[in-house]
Nanobody, 119 residues
Framework: QVQLVESGGGLVQAGGSLRLSCAAS????????MGWYRQAPGKQRELVAT???????NYAESAKGRFTISRGNAQNTVYLHMNSLKPEDPAVYYC?????????????WGQGTQVTVSS
């Protein structure tokens, strides 16, 4: 079974930076699209960013100019560079991947990594 494993979460000061990583194991094909969701307690799950196999990226409005999504040398890896972290950024960040369409029924989910922002 394919697994997505996130890492890089932790505690950072407001205005600081953090780099999240996600690596897939057990996959036999590269993913068409990979991305990041986040969910804070009491809040709805929010799509932060996605990146396609050919490098096309999309960002949530709240992430534009601050976050950068990228894929590693291994095709089934994805990163999220977060800069200028704000109080609204703390959440559990989930890595996602899709072989085909970016559809709810098709998404693979990681276990999540927690990001906490201190004041």
């Amino acid at each position: 079974q394919v697994q997505l494993v996130e890492s890089g979460g932790g505690l950072v000061q407001a205005g600081g930076s953090l780099r999240l990583s996600c690596a897939a194991s057990g996959s036999t094909f590269s993913f068409n699209v990979m991305g990041w969701y986040r969910q804070a307690p009491g809040k709805q799950r929010e799509l932060v960013a996605t990146i396609s196999r050919d490098g096309v990226t999309n960002y949530a409005e709240s992430a534009k100019g601050r976050f950068t999504i990228s894929r590693g040398n291994a095709q089934n890896t994805v990163y999220l560079h977060m800069n200028s972290l704000k109080p609204e950024d703390p959440a559990v960040y989930y890595c996602n991947a899709a072989y085909g369409c970016w559809c709810a029924s098709e998404l693979l989910w990681g276990q999540g990594t927690q990001v906490t922002v201190s004041s």
